[in-house]
Structures are given as structure tokens and as C-alpha cells.
């Protein structure tokens, strides 16, 4: 089999309210479907999610890039022949996202070819997964009556608190979530680098009147000295994310001792690397947890796959109602959330299906 | 005065010959032109020299980017506010390689409106500096014929030895390189990441034999152990230049002693950026070295600025003779070398003017 082309087809669907965070917000889905095509008509298929706030990618340079380099390095190539297909990428640099999501492509191809679910080729460990649920800035009120409400709908019961604005509003946000989801939920928060360091010293501690189980990034990821003080100094464990997005990153991170928790993000490192994390993971005794770049549905099938496919990500619930946020969506079977899991597809590859009339619809290239 | 538009004009020029290096070869300069607008008529200019291999960065990206987030945090600002400018930036990751021509655009209009050239600007050390020319990858007996042709040409009396390829090769070209320009030159070396570290520690202490001043990235730079015990072995001192891309990255890399010089460079830091970089390098005892993106005559003029402006920078020779590996370039007079050095402009900003009928010939958008 032979890869003959690979597709970068950008789209654009609105959220049905933004989701903001510290440092920035969601609007659309300003995401890139890309599709390899091979000789045998098998397709893989994969969505890109870019975040310029996290990786400096647009969804114009992800389809500049998957255009350019991605198909130079993979048109002629094998795609079960994964690990060439990343040493042929090798030379370019950054464009994680891209990249990451021509990885998950290729595998999909692979599944296809082999007959097998991603699930199943990553490792099989659990066919189903405990799902968490990204609560984004808005009022104490708010965000409490949008936990209680996937709870309700949903059956999830852990929850990412989008923090880092302010002592007073994410300590009322902290105790309105707890007081309408109950003493048993998970809550954990992230702050997306919204605090200095000395401020998360001062506000993160008293979060842990709520049982906040961790905070991701507490501080900007250039601060070293500061995140390994609150490290030392918290009583709440801390997990990379920003500071985290390359093997090599969490390798420093873990090793000098700024994280015990790593932020594992399909959507941003594919299947090939995001593995190669959690092992590595494994190997430092670092918690991997899967985290959601808020991608649609296809990066959620995705995700959930991975999720399930290893030990050490089915431990704690994966972020996978990221494809809620949005109006619509480009699959023709959305994935199902009930009694707080999600399912992993039984098909072959990834086992999606686009709608052709919706793609054609909010492609907008 | 405020900013009205920010344009990106692709532009595509051949090389006399591919330069090659570790990991890569450049065949064309696939540069953008920067072009900040004013209300005022001042139009300030910077040259982008994407590598895809150094930043993930492409023509298409920067034009993409340009065109996306950097115009739309400048207009409507006052381009002397360039802190101002560089946090509306912030919440973008990455992309250096735009954010940098901006920012040198930037300076530009900001020396024209205050008539004064950007090397006064930036602290007027000097007027003239030493110039480093880079020899690409080729046999031993080629890079010795071009080390003494710009001896011969230009004066230049500093080369930087592109190695990495293998023993035997970096050796000879080392002896056949020193034998041809004399003991006096500068000669030092830039592995790009060509040596394993292990390698590093057995091919690079027999270039002491001929006085290699220092060695650039000699290993991957994620192998941050090997790179330490490069640095601790080694009797040569070891430069940053991929793995020092950012302040933090520096700041990392000077602080935990994986490096003692650090290669600075506007065309991906952008002057202000780059400043800090120097400041950081003094503050930690570290040797700044102004390096070369092989941009073309718009970004030489603007190096030769910065190295210019620096007691710092001044120390050691600047890598400006990019330009001359092109067939042509947009400038209307390429700066000169002679003696040895190039003398910085005296006109207002850069001082520069493009060649319009160059630039519509050589456009590719």
C-alpha cells in the first residue's frame, strides 16, 4: 500500500458559546480534516485542532504545512511504515499539531488495513472510558449549573475548572462546582498560566477546602523557579500541560522535578509520540492524564481511543466532551457520553464516517 | 502615528548553489517581505527567513501569520509602542520568525520617525563590525577554496565550519580550511546537531588541533544530558543556537550549564527580543555570538545593526555574508563588506530601499 496524497480540508463551525480560558477563548472550530489517500482506497482520516495559543499553528498554516512538508514526507511512503513516515518528518520542526494529526491518519489507515479498531492496535486495555467534562471561564452560577447539567444529562462526574483569573472568582467557581456536583466528583483545575507564581502560592492552597485533586500550570512555563517552588511547596499535586507538549519537554519537566502530572494530548502529539510520553510516564512514575485540545467529535474518537488503549490513561477520566462546545460537526455519528463514559468504536481504524453534506457545508477553504 | 496595515510579500530568489548544512540545505530564499503601513506615510520593512528545519516556520506560514494575528494586534497601535506591540502578541505561540521581521519592521519606522539609524537606536557602540562567513557542507578542498576567495574578496578573517556530516569529513575540512587562511583566522565549528553526544566527545576534541575556537550545537539538542557532559569534557567551549531560540530557552540553557556561548539572531528574535538575549548572556557571564539565519541583504543590514549597536555583540565577528549566497536579492544597494567588516548605514531606520522592480520579479504570491 502506498500513500498517494494527503488532503488538508479546512472548516469552520461556530461553539454555541465561546469557551474561554486564561489567556484566550474558542470561538469556532477553526479546525482541518486531513485525509490520506492511498493506492488501495483506503483513507485515513484525522481533524487538526490549532491552537495559536498554545503552538503558534492556525488553521492556515496546518493546511500551508500538511500541503507541503506532511505530503512531501509521506506521498509514495507505506502508512504502516509509521515510525519512517515520523523520521522522514524529523527535520521539520514545531507544527505539533499538524503533524500529530497525520499521525492519527495514518493509524486510522492502519486499523483499516489490519481490521482492527485504534483502540485495539494501541494496546486494548479497556474498551470504555471514565469521561471529564472542561467547565470554561463564565460566573460561579454558571459554571456550577453547567457541571450539574453534564451530570445530569451525562452521568460525568469529573470536572476541569478552568482557573487562573483571579483568587475571588475561581475560589467562589471552586466552591460553587463542589457544592452542586457532591463530596464524590473529581475536580481538578487548570490555570493556563494565569497566576504568577507567588499568587498561585498565595490562592492554590486554600482550592484544597474543595478537594482540588491537582492544578495544571499554575504559573507561565518560563518560570521554572517558581513552578518548582509551588511544586515543593503545595499540597496539591501539579500537572504539565504548555510546559509539556514534547517528549523531550516532558522529559525535562519530570526529571527536574516541576510536574508529577502530565496533560497527554492526542490532538497535539498523535498516537506515535503521545505513547512514547506515557511510557515515559510509566518509567518516572508520572501520572499521565488525557487532556483535550477542544477538538470536535473526530479528535474525541481519537482520543477516547488512546485513552482506553493504555493502563496508565484509564486511570483517571479523559477530557472528551470538547465536541459538545460546538453547534455542529462534520462525523455523521457523533460519540455517545453515558452513565459518565464514553465508548470506544468498534470498527476498524478510527470508525468514523464524515458527513459529506455538512463537510461541504462549513468547509471554507 | 499609527499603524494601518501589515503586508507580507513572498518572494522567491535562487541560491548561486544549494547551501547545505546538518539536517538540511537551502536551495532558495523563500522570504517575506514585512512591510508595516502608517497613517503617516512611514513604511517600515524586515525580511522573514523562514526554516521550516529551525522553527517549523515557512513562507506560507508567515505569510499566513502576517496576515492573521500580527496585523491584527498592530493596527490601529503606535509603532514606537513596541512593548505594547509585543504583548498584544503574546497569547500567540511560537512563530519567531514573523514575530521577529515585525518587530525589526517596527524599528525601522520608529528610527525613520526619530531620524535616526537603527544602530543608534539600539545603543550605538560602533559604526563598523567584523564580519564571519559560514561555509556550507561540501568537500574539504571546496571549503578551503571558498574560505580564501572571501579572505581574498572581502577581507574576511572569521569562518564558521559547518560539520557534523562525519569524522573523517569535519577533520580534513578543519585542516584543509585552517591550512589555506592561515593560523591567525577565527575558525569555529556548528555540528547542527550532526553528532550524536557520545560522537561529539570523540571527533571534536582532535579539532583543538586546529584552533576551533568553539563548537555550535555539537549534539540533538533534546539530549540534555549528553550536551552536559560535552560542556564538563570538552575543552572547547560549546554555543547554543537551536536549543537557545527563545529568552527561556537561554535563560534554561545558560543557567544549567549546557552552554557557555549563545548565537543571537534577529531574523528569529526579532531585535527586542534579541536585546534581552544579550542582556541575559551578560548578566550570566555567557559570550553572545550574532549568527545567520542566511537571510538575505534586507536581514544582513538589519544583523549588522544589532551586532553594531552592542559592546557585547561587537566582541566577536557577525555571520552577515547570508546574502551572498544568493543570485540576486530585492535590495537596491546590498551593503558592502571590506576589510573585513561591514559598516552599518547612516540613514534613518534600516536604510534601506527595495528594488521594486526586483521584488515584483522575484514575488510569488
Known amino acids: 500500500m502506498k500513500i498517494t496524497r494527503v488532503e488538508a480540508i479546512p472548516f469552520s463551525i461556530p461553539t454555541r458559546r465561546p469557551f474561554a480560558f486564561s489567556g484566550g477563548a474558542v470561538h469556532h472550530a477553526e479546525h482541518v480534516l486531513i485525509r490520506v489517500h492511498t493506492d488501495e482506497g483506503l483513507v485515513g482520516q484525522a481533524e487538526a485542532a490549532p491552537r495559536a495559543v498554545m503552538s503558534g499553528e492556525t488553521q492556515a498554516t496546518v493546511v500551508a504545512v500538511a500541503g507541503g512538508w506532511l505530503e512531501g514526507a509521506c506521498v509514495g511512503a507505506d502508512p504502516v511504515r509509521v ?17 500529530a494529526a497525520l499521525d492519527i491518519a495514518l493509524h486510522d489507515v492502519v486499523g483499516q488495513a489490519y481490521g482492527v479498531p485504534c483502540s485495539v492496535l494501541l494496546g486494548a486495555y479497556t474498551d470504555r472510558v471514565p469521561v471529564s467534562h472542561m467547565v470554561g471561564f463564565a460566573s460561579p452560577e454558571e459554571s456550577a449549573e453547567e457541571a450539574a447539567d453534564l451530570r445530569a444529562r451525562y452521568g460525568v462526574s469529573a470536572f476541569k475548572l478552568k482557573v487562573g483569573v483571579g483568587a475571588d472568582h475561581d475560589l467562589a467557581t471552586c466552591a460553587a462546582v463542589r457544592a452542586a456536583v457532591g463530596p464524590d ?7 493556563n498560566h494565569g497566576y504568577r507564581a507567588d499568587e498561585a502560592l498565595q490562592v492554590l492552597p486554600r482550592m484544597a477546602e474543595w478537594n482540588i485533586a491537582w492544578v495544571e500550570e499554575p504559573c507561565p512555563a518560563e518560570d521554572r523557579v517558581g513552578r518548582s517552588r509551588i511544586v515543593d511547596q503545595l499540597g496539591i499535586p501539579v500537572a504539565g500541560d504548555e510546559s509539556c507538549r514534547s517528549l523531550a519537554e516532558v522529559a525535562s519537566e519530570v526529571m527536574d522535578g516541576r510536574c508529577r502530572m502530565v496533560s497527554v ?5 498523535g498516537y506515535l509520540t503521545s505513547r512514547k510520553i506515557v511510557a515515559l510516564c510509566e518509567a518516572l512514575g508520572a501520572t499521565p492524564v488525557c487532556g483535550s485540545q477542544l477538538e470536535g467529535a473526530i479528535g474525541a ?14 486511570r483517571f477520566p479523559a477530557e472528551l466532551t470538547g465536541f459538545l462546545a460546538y453547534a455542529d460537526d462534520v462525523i455523521a455519528e457523533p460519540p455517545v457520553i453515558a452513565n459518565g463514559e464514553m465508548t470506544v468504536s468498534g470498527r476498524p481504524g478510527l470508525g468514523i464516517t ?3 453534506g455538512k463537510l461541504a457545508h462549513y468547509r471554507c477553504d
Open 83 to 99: 515510525e519512517d513516515i515520523h523520521a522522514r518528518l524529523r527535520p521539520l520542526a514545531g507544527n505539533h499539531t499538524a503533524r
Open 185 to 191: 466528583a473529581l475536580l481538578y483545575a487548570d490555570a
Open 265 to 269: 494530548k492526542t490532538a497535539r502529539s
Open 301 to 314: 474518537v481519537a482520543q477516547a481511543a488512546f485513552a482506553a488503549s493504555h493502563e496508565a490513561t484509564a
Open 354 to 356: 464524515i458527513d459529506e
